[in-house]
């Protein structure tokens, strides 16, 4: 659980925040994301703002000492319980119980939420000293050991289930065919889908779209980019395939895309400028077969999101440091042409760096 220092009151109300700083996640939030949530923490206590429905379900794995403050309707028949609050109308009521719980009104309060949160809590008479949400970033780019352990599993589940996909695919089962096994298996093995790109042919240059009804055929570039989420944290893998024989074309552009991919996963270590490793990435992909390629980025953090602090893009100057969990991918989309790519999840380790994916990086090649 985060505490924050110095005497502050920190509020989270993201709801991958509130899930770092207490261990809470709300399925309610999956049907509403405009249901709102808070965590209120200083270095002494934490108190948990959410709707009255999830009461009962934040207690179960809230730890002892949080105070959980309900808002809303909802009706439990069961006995009061110590660590459950009074009743409150609206989210602003229940709030301003737990400010008055844990600071007075000169307390240093910091938070991630918006400007018009902020000038909810000068309302309330309190005066927010600042925003927490660099104070998140830096303390959430450096993973933890319980984070790294979900993190590893994350990947290891995401790769089983593409490998075998891979192994029974087969020319004419569709894209939703292919979607459908990964994400079956993610759920059999108690992770839940988040994405399953899995685009061929012409469409295998559409970013990040979804699969459609299209038969896979020969000739076709295969792209497949799959995410899950393992107790909140993501995974992030992707892997190109071939049915039949690839021309010349597309085993030079996948040869360049692999040197880059290559570069870049060897250059992950501590002390490395973000935007050194962009930059020689994407020369090594212009030196290896694609001399007008441009990226925007090469890789990205991953944790409680699947896009994280840091960005490896060409303007970021922050330092790699140990702790840090990078997702490394150098794709390649060509229009009317096709796209490829692999993605690899690294963590960054004292002297270098070690890959929480195995996976083959090689071409795919399924019979036409």
């Known amino acids: ?115 018009a949160f902020c000038d909810g809590l000068l309302k309330m008479g309190f005066q927010p000293q600042g925003r927490g949400l660099p104070l998140f970033t830096e303390i959430r780019a450096v993973k933890q050991e319980t984070e790294i352990g979900l993190l590893r599993q994350a990947s290891a589940l995401t790769e089983r289930a593409l490998r075998n996909a891979l192994a029974n695919l087969k020319a004419g089962d569709t894209e939703l065919d292919v979607e459908a096994a990964i994400t079956a298996e993610i759920i059999r093995s108690g992770a839940r889908p988040g994405f399953a790109v899995v685009t061929s042919g012409e469409r295998s240059a559409l970013v990040d779209c979804y699969s459609s009804p299209r038969p896979i055929a020969g000739r076709d570039i295969l792209r497949i980019d799959v995410g899950c989420t393992f107790h909140g944290y993501w995974s992030d893998t992707a892997r190109t395939a071939f049915v039949g024989d690839p021309s010349a074309e597309v085993i030079s552009a996948f040869h360049a895309i692999s040197a880059g991919d290559s570069h870049a996963r060897a250059s992950v270590r501590p002390g490395v400028k973000a935007s050194d490793l962009f930059h020689e990435t994407v020369a090594t992909v212009r030196h290896s077969g694609l001399p007008d390629f441009q990226r925007h980025h090469v890789g990205h953090g991953l944790g409680l999101e699947a896009h994280e602090f840091p960005t490896l893009g060409p303007d970021t100057t922050e330092l790699l440091a140990e702790g840090m969990v990078i997702n490394v991918e150098v794709p390649y989309y060509r229009p009317g042409w096709g796209g490829m790519m692999t993605e690899d999840t690294l963590l960054v380790t004292r002297h270098g760096n070690e890959s929480l994916t195995s996976l083959d990086r090689q071409l795919y090649i399924i019979a036409a």
Not at 3 to 8: E, F, L, Q
């Open 1 to 115: 659980m985060a505490r924050s220092g110095g005497g502050a009151l920190l509020i989270a109300t993201q709801p991958h925040h509130v899930f770092f700083c207490c261990g809470f996640r709300s399925a309610l939030y999956d049907t509403d994301p405009h249901l709102r949530m808070a965590v209120l923490f200083n270095d002494r206590d934490v108190v948990v703002i959410g709707h009255k429905a999830d009461a009962w379900s934040a207690i179960a794995v809230l730890p002892e000492e949080c105070v959980y403050i309900p808002y809303g309707r909802f009706h439990f028949d069961a006995p009061a319980h110590p660590s459950i609050g009074n009743d409150h109308g609206r989210f602003e009521q229940a709030l301003a119980t737990g400010l008055r719980q844990l600071a007075g009104r000169s307390c240093n309060v910091m938070t991630d939420s918006n400007d």
